[in-house]
DNA sequence: GCCGTTTTCGGCCCGACTGTTTTCAGTCG
C-alpha cells in the first residue's frame, strides 16, 4: 500500500507541531508546515515521482533535507526523527495546541510543571484549579481552557461553503443596515469559494468602529464573544460556526480585503515581492517608509507589482502570481457560460420533482439544454430505471421536446458501473441516448488498483460519455474511494471520455487540485448539479466556484458549449 | 529548514487583542 501524500504531510505536521513546543528556530517549524502544505495540495503522489527519478527539490518549499524525508517516508512508511522527536516529547503535546488560547510556549510549560501529555489531564488540572497557579496564567487562562475542550466534545470542524453562506447573507444584511456602515463583504476561503470553511471573515468600512463592533457582537446568532476591540471582533455563532469581523478605513479597503481574502501563502509571497522593492504591505495599505501609495482597491496593489488582477479563487500561492506577472492567468468560466446541466434526478427515480417541472425550471434559469440523468437499476435505493422503464422516459422526452420551445431535453441516464466493470444497462437501450453518465455507487473498498482497472474498463464501453463525482467523497462523512485518478484521466483521454466536477456541495468532486490537472492534461469537464429538486439547479455556482478554483476557462468546460458543438465533443 | 537577477549567509509577514502584567509575552489569523 502507497504512502498518501496527505500521510507524509501529517508526519511534517506533526514535526513542526513537536519542534515548535520544544522551542525550537521558530522558521525551521515554518519550513516543515510549508513543506506538509506543499505535499498536501499536490495533485500527484510523492511516491510516483519518485518511482519516476524526479527531484523532489523542485517543489515549492522543499529542500535537500526535506526531499530525502519524504523519501525515507515513502520508503519505510515513517520517519526516524520524529520517533525521536517523540522519546523527548511526548506526542500528545501537540494535540494542545489546537486548543484555543494555548500555544507552543504554554503547551511546554504545562508539560514542564505540571507534567501534562493529554487532553484529559489537561481538563482535570484545569478543573481543580491548578493552571491558574502557573507564572503568567490566571483564572480566565484556566476557564478558556475548559470553555474550548467542552466545544471541542461537540465536534465542530470545518462548515460546507453552502451552510456558511446561509449565515453570511443574513450576517451581511444586518451589518449593512448599521449606521455609518459603508460596504460589509465576507472574505477568507468564503471569498476564496474553498469547498468549506473554517470560519467567516468579515469586512466592514466605517467611520465608526467601536459601535460596528457594539452591534456585530449584539447579532441574534452569537453565542459567545471571543474578543471585542475597537477594530476587530471575533464571535461564535450558536451553531459553533466562528465569525471574526474587521472594520477598516474606506481608504484601506482594497489592503484589508486582499489582506484578508488570503490564502495566507498568497500574502506572504506579495509581501515578500513588496519587501524586495523596500515596500511594506498590511491591512492598512501599501506603504513606502510612512507614506501610503495604495490601498483603496486591490486592482491598485496588484497593479503596483505589475500584476494582473489575481482572482480570489486562484490566491493559493499555486502559480498564479507567476501567471499574473507575465499576463497568462487564465480567462476563468463563470455562471454565465453555463448552457446548461448534464446531470440531475426526476421523480423517475430518486428525485422530487417530475422530468417536466425540471425542464421548464431549466428553461427559466435560460439553460438551452438539460439532461436528464435518473439512477439506473443498481441503485435499489433510488429505485433506478429499468430498460423498459427508460424506454417509456425516452417517449415522454421526445413529447416534451415538441411541447416545449427554447430547450433541449436529452435522453439521458446515470448508469453504474457495476464490480466488474460493466455498465448497469444494456448497450441497447444505452445506444439510443444523447448522453450516458457513469458512476460508482457500490464496492467503495476496492483497491486502488482494482478500483482504477474497473472505472477505465467501463471506459472501454463505447457508450460511456462522462464519470461522474469521480472519487464518491462526501466531505465530512465519507472519504474518497481510492483510486489513480491520474490514470483515469489518461483513459478518458485517450478514449473520448470526460469528467465530471459535481455541484453538490457535499461533493465538489472533482475537487480543485484534480480540476487543474485535468486542465494540464487538456481534458474537459463537465460541471452538472445532480439536482435532485427544482431548488438544487441553483448549486451550478458551487461547481463553477470548485473549477474556478481549478483554472478552468469557459472553453475547458464541456456544458459551456451549444448542444450542437456538445455534440460534437461527445462522439467517440 | 528554505532560499537567492544585490546574497551560499542571514534573512524569513505583520498587526490586534487578551490576560497577565505594570510594560509585555503569547497567541491568533
Known sequence: MPIHNSEIADVFSQVADLLEIEGANEFRVRAYRKGARTIKGYPRSMAELIDEGQDLTELSGVGKDLAGKIQEIVKTGGLRQLEEIKQRTPAGLARMLK???LGPKRVQQLYEELDITSLDQLEKAAKNGRIQKLDGLGPKTEENILQDLSRQDEGQGRTLLNIAEEMARPLVAYLEDTEGVERVKVAGSFRRRKETVGDLDVLAISDSGEETIQRFVEYEDVEEIVSQGETRSTVVFRSGLQVDLRVVPRESYGAALFYFTGSKDHNIALRNMALDEGLKVNEYGVFRDEERIAGETEDEIYDLFDLTY????LRENRGELEAAREDK??????SDDIRGDLQMHTTGSDGDTSLEEMARAALEQGYGYVAITDHSPQVAVAQGLDAEAL????DEIDRLNDELEGIKILKAIEVDILEDGSLDLPDDILERLDLRICSVHSYFNLSREKQTERIVRAMDNQYF???AH?????IGERAPYDVDLEQVMEAALARGCFLEVN???QRLDLDDVHAKMAKDMGLKLAINTDAHS???LKLMRFGVGQARRGWLEADDVLNTHSWEDLKGLLER
Do not use: C, D, F, H
Not at 329 to 334: H, I, K, M, R
Open 503 to 505: 455541484a453538490q456541495p
Open 99 to 101: 486548543i484555543e488560547g
Open 470 to 474: 469521480p472519487t464518491g467523497r462526501r
Open 465 to 467: 460519455n462522462i464519470l
Open 391 to 394: 424506454a417509456r422516459q425516452i
Open 534 to 536: 427544482v431548488a438544487e
Open 329 to 334: 492567468l487564465p480567462a476563468l468560466v463563470a
Open 310 to 313: 489575481v482572482p480570489p479563487e
